[in-house]
């Protein structure tokens, strides 16, 4: 899950980060009405869950109040990568000397969370690893011991060259690691932290992703969820006992099975498709759940085809037949379908879906190339 800027900035605050002051504000009145608490240079931020902000002019310095409205109105309703900002933040702004990227990232490599800095901050960092990843200086933490005073100092100390400088920033990454444990986050970001001309240090950007499975001991932060569409998808698909994560391609895809649904995804991009995303209709013999499967999957816009894959063990194929035929009833979608049913009452299953005049296929290999092609004769 992701969180705001505005919400980081508060779980760093309460950490004992030195993030400087803000007030979030949801209209250009509340702005203007805002600007008594600031009697010098304030930044007008746009609040929407992706980055990039700044470079699509979301991010404007202001000097009065009359620059901060003018600022507020350009930025709240713009669109940036595809989301209407809806609130921004005004802050104090701060005098930059120079811009660093401290960031705590779950590392599957190393199995740790790890600690990356750079003195190249204030960029996309993703775009740093890319390019320069060797001023990129990462430490994987060991989970028993945390990041201890050495460690943080040592990193820090290649990022600020001064001892007492040093000194601060190590602080501000062991209280990050701290955030970072304690609220079950995979991702924790400043990006930039930064050192002003008298030498003082703040944490003026803040990104946080959490992890999903922990927000049920995480109430305070489950609060702070605003569901964008994909995710109002996925937390649906869930109520009615599907699991489905929404990936960017156009191949939409009905799997029993997480194991199955991967080597489906897989499969897919063996031969050169895209998965659209991951559904498993789990291995219950219920119709329904083809019909509610199939809604999601023809929901989502980018999807041209359909490969359905279904390996019967409790799962009955003449079933998932069933639940397809009634599907295709209900929903009236001519996006192109391949099924491959295997396994219990496999030839029920096909037999049942021979009516329907649908393509069925033997193995899942045939299923995934039917698919992409099917997925292109679609393109015009
Ligand atoms: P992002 O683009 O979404 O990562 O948004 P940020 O909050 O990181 O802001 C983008 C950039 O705006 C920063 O890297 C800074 O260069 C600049 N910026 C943000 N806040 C301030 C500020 O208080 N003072 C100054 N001088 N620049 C700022
Ligand atoms: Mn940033």
Redesign the pocket.
């Known amino acids: 899950m992701k969180i705001h ?1 505005f919400h980081s900035r508060n779980i760093f605050r309460k950490y004992g980060l030195p993030v ?1 002051n803000d007030v979030l504000c949801h209209s250009v009145e509340e702005v203007e009405k805002a600007m008594a608490k600031f009697d010098d ?1 304030v ?1 007008v ?1 746009a609040q929407v869950l992706v ?5 699509a002019g ?2 404007k ?1 202001a000097k009065n109040k009359e620059e901060a409205v003018s600022a507020a109105r350009k930025i709240l309703g713009m669109d940036i990568k595809g989301l209407t900002v809806e609130k921004v933040l005004v ?6 000397e120079k ?1 660093f990227y401290v960031g705590l990232i779950n590392d599957r490599n190393t199995k740790t969370v790890t600690l990356m800095a750079s003195a190249e ?2 960029v ?1 960092i993703e775009e740093v690893a890319k390019e320069t990843p060797e001023l990129i200086h990462k430490l994987p933490i060991d989970p028993l011991i945390g990041l201890l005073d050495f460690q943080a100092r040592e990193v820090a100390m290649k990022l600020f060259g001064n001892v007492k400088l040093a000194r601060k920033a190590a602080v501000i990454m062991q209280k990050l690691y701290q955030l970072f444990v304690e609220t079950d986050s995979t991702i924790a970001e400043i ?2 932290l ?1 050192l002003t001309p008298d030498h003082k240090i703040w944490a ?2 803040g990104k946080m992703n959490f992890d999903d499975n922990a927000l049920y001991r995480q109430a305070e932060i489950e609060a702070m969820r605003e569901a964008d569409e994909d995710e109002l998808k996925e937390i649906d698909a869930h109520e009615k006992g599907l699991s489905y994560v929404k990936l960017d391609g156009n191949i939409g895809c009905m799997v029993n099975g997480a194991g199955l649904a991967m080597a489906t995804m897989d499969m897919i991009k063996l031969y050169g498709g895209e998965p659209a995303n991951f559904l498993d209709i789990g291995g219950s013999s219920n119709p329904q759940k083809v019909v509610d499967a199939m809604n999601i999957l023809i929901s989502d816009k980018n999807v041209n085809a359909v490969m359905i894959n279904i390996f019967g063990g409790i799962t009955r194929c003449d079933d998932v037949a069933r639940g397809l035929i009634k599907a295709l009833d209900i929903i009236k979608s001519d996006i192109p379908i391949v099924v491959r049913l295997s396994g219990t009452n496999a030839e029920e299953g096909l037999a049942l879906l021979k009516e329907t005049g649908l393509p069925t296929v033997e193995t899942m290999s045939e299923a995934a190339k039917k698919a992409i092609e099917l997925s292109q004769g679609q393109k015009s």
Do not use: F, H
Request: negative net charge; charged residues 30%.
């Open positions: 800027e400087p240079m930044v931020k980055g990039g902000r700044g470079k979301g991010v310095l802050t104090e702004a701060v005098d930059i811009e901050g204030g996309e990006n930039p930064v003026i950007d």
